[in-house]
């Protein structure tokens, strides 16, 4: 447990303590594009002076800025006075540079149709859908919807939109029409560009006629454009809806890109929703290009002649945003996109892909991994995967183990591993390791890269030197979110009402005796037993932590005597030894003590989640309460709930 330091009242206690150490391996190291502390003493010294130098060596600008910073508490403004096409800088100066030819993105289709499209086609492709938009209408800091499935059009619209100006709100294509018919309204959007379907799962999924359903429940929407994909049957409204490849067919792709001011509007991004109604969170375009462009670089030792880079996310989270469309772009690197889900046809897809497209970076989210872990080690053992050279995670904390299996099975034991911290409201990667600098610890996000100032404090805001506090970020950064949509208040609120001098989103994390930082999650699903607070991510590890389990949810449910119980529900692997909750029980008590053992463990199938794949802990504790079921349209499959409270009611 960790020592409560004097008059410093510790947020939540440290349980668990991992001692396995990965230094950089030396042939990764010696071949890193940074291997040092240069930059971290670099950007310690000279915070501005730092991101100065990012954005002129990594972002193209037509004209220079005059002022780095502009910090006046709680905005930043990056870069002001200086002025650049985001769209040029993913794809026009490749092409001058005599990169046309470099494939930007092999795309592959869920069914196993595939496309190969290379920096000077994505050029063309968005220079005349920058036209098409232009020609519907849609001027500079007109809201445009993108509601599309993962093909590379929906990349196309984004960088279209980027170019003329006009930020695109990008709403996953598994959101319903009134998640999209809410975002149209607050953003007052004036186009949407859709598809008349994707492929999910072995079928077609409609989203045109979410998109129709939500276009009528709106009033702002002047124009609808369908790729077409799915090949399902769609209504198209006579002179509202247009087919995407209608217009592309009689339009120029001489589009020169005009320059916007850094602090332009580059997108809106709602924030998922785990925890309430959906921000409109405000990303501006030369500090957001800078963060990106600097983190895909370093964090993923980017060799953009070599790398294929391969981001599993969807283009609708904002993971999707800054590592599959501006990052890599940006960078001119080679990437991989694909459709569909990891388990079409079969368990082993996307151990395929790598091996198909020799992927060398590649980066997912951490429930990903624990659903590989549980359909088992033998699928990724079909394939060839030793192009891998670095794996990434991104979303939750990691387990421990889940980080091990990761390493072994799917890195062959050589491949660094940078489990990456952030939020849709910082834009890019803030707390990571740097691959060829940093000794990683599996489950810990290590250390605040260059240019980012991490601390950790207690209720009080007093500085914490090791054990468990509030994670909160004291300097502005260039990705910094500039607000939330038609709410100041809300963003002050939000994001400054706890410290107000110091950026808190929300998380809990701890530090460890050798100054590693551990992320455990939201303080919301902080438990507190028997006046300890707890983390659930220490449980969870731990109950990952046995060689039955794949994936474990824990919360915390009112209890008479102990003021909230651990409660945990787990996902056993496949093929793995039968284990009683008992034995868990008595597992979870010897890896972290007598204090966070569960005071019930429930066996289940699957467990509830979002959208974007992070365990809803809120829908857990209604069902551990015994409570009727709060809001859930964000959750992927509302059945699981269901089948948990039925379970919930027939125990004795
Ligand atoms: P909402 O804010 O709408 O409730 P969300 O927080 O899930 O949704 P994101 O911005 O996509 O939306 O996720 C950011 C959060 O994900 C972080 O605040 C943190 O809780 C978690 N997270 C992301 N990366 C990591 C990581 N490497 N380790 C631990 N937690 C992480
Ligand atoms: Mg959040």
């Given amino acids: 447990m960790a020592p409560m330091s004097e ?65 006046d508490l709680p905005y930043s403004k990056w870069f002001l006075g200086g002025q650049l096409n985001v769209s040029a800088n993913c794809l026009d100066r490749h092409v001058a540079a005599g990169n046309g030819d470099k494939i930007a993105i092999h795309w592959e289709g869920e069914p196993g149709d595939s496309r190969d499209i290379t920096y000077a086609e994505m050029l063309d492709e968005v220079s005349k859908f920058a036209n098409v938009l232009t020609g519907l209408g849609v001027e500079k800091g007109d809201r445009v919807m993108v509601y599309m499935p993962m093909i590379p059009e ?12 006009a930020p695109h709100s990008v709403v996953f294509g598994g959101f319903s029409a009134q998640s999209l018919a809410d975002r149209i309204d607050d953003a007052d959007a004036k186009v949407v560009i859709t598809a008349d379907g994707g492929h999910r799962r072995g079928s077609v999924f409609p989203l045109k006629p979410a998109a129709d359903e939500a276009v009528e429940k709106t009033s702002t929407i002047e124009h609808v454009v369908v790729v077409k994909r799915g090949g399902n049957e769609v209504d198209m409204v006579d002179g509202r809806d247009h087919w995407y490849h209608e217009l592309m067919n009689g339009a120029s792709a001489d589009c020169p890109p005009v320059p916007h001011d850094s602090e332009d509007l580059l997108f809106l991004l709602y924030t998922s929703g785990t925890t309430g109604k959906p921000k409109g969170i405000m990303h501006t375009m030369g500090g957001y290009l800078t963060h990106t462009t600097y983190t895909h670089k370093y964090v993923f030792d980017l060799h953009p002649e070599t790398d294929v880079f391969w981001c599993t996310a969807d283009v609708g989270w904002i993971t999707g945003h800054s590592y599959i469309v501006y990052g890599p772009m940006s960078n001119g690197c080679t990437q991989v996109m694909y459709e569909g889900v990891p388990n079409y046809p079969e368990n082993d897809r996307f151990w395929e892909i790598v091996a198909k497209y020799g992927v060398t970076k590649f980066y997912t989210a951490p429930t990903a991994i624990r659903t590989f872990m549980k359909w088992g080690a033998e699928e990724p053992a079909k394939h060839d995967l030793s192009s891998l ?5 991104v979303g939750e904390p990691i387990n421990p183990e889940a980080w091990m299996w990761y390493h072994e099975h799917i890195g062959g034991g050589r491949c660094p591993i940078v489990d990456t911290w952030w939020q849709t409201e910082t834009g890019g990667i803030m707390i990571s390791p740097l691959p060829g600098v940093t000794t990683t610890k599996p489950g810990s996000a290590t250390h605040p890269l260059p240019g980012v100032v991490a ?54 994390a701890k530090i460890d005796d050798d100054g ?40 915390g449910a009112t209890d008479a005597t102990t003021g909230q119980a651990v409660m945990a529900y787990v996902i056993l692997r496949s093929g793995a030894a039968d284990v009683t909750p008992e034995e868990l029980r008595t597992h979870v008590a010897g890896e972290i003590g007598a204090i966070a053992k569960p005071k019930a463990i429930f066996i289940t199938p699957d467990l509830p989640k979002t959208r974007s794949g992070k365990i809803m802990r809120r829908l857990l504790r209604d069902v551990a309460e015994g409570r009727n079921l709060g809001d859930t349209t964000t959750l992927a499959d509302a059945s699981v709930v269901d089948e948990l409270q039925r379970r919930a009611n027939e125990a004795p």
């Fill in 389 to 393: 050279q670095l794996l990434g995670t």
């Fill in 455 to 508: 601390e950790l404090v207690d209720d009080d805001a007093n500085h914490v030197e090791t054990g468990g506090g509030y994670l909160t970020l004291t300097k502005p950064w260039p990705g910094m979110l500039r607000g939330i949509w038609g709410d100041p208040q809300r963003y002050i609120d939000t994001y400054w009402g706890r410290f107000d001098d110091r950026y808190f989103a929300g998380d809990g």
């Fill in 154 to 165: 929906a990349a196309v619209a984004m960088l279209a939109c980027a170019r003329i100006g």
């Fill in 7 to 71: 008059g410093n009242q510790q947020s939540i206690e440290a349980l668990s303590a991992e001692h396995r150490m990965f230094p950089p391996p030396a042939e990764f190291a010696a071949n890193a594009l940074t291997n040092d502390r240069t930059l971290f003493d670099e950007a310690a010294a000279d915070h501005e002076g730092f991101w100065a130098r990012q954005a002129s060596e990594l972002v193209e600008w037509s004209r220079p800025w005059d002022t780095v910073l502009e910090w």
């Fill in 516 to 555: 590693y930082l551990w992320v455990l999650g939201r303080v919301d699903d902080v438990m507190n037993v028997s006046g300890h607070r707890i983390s659930t991510a220490e449980v969870e590890s731990a109950l990952v932590s046995h060689p039955s389990v794949a994936e474990a949810a824990v919360v």
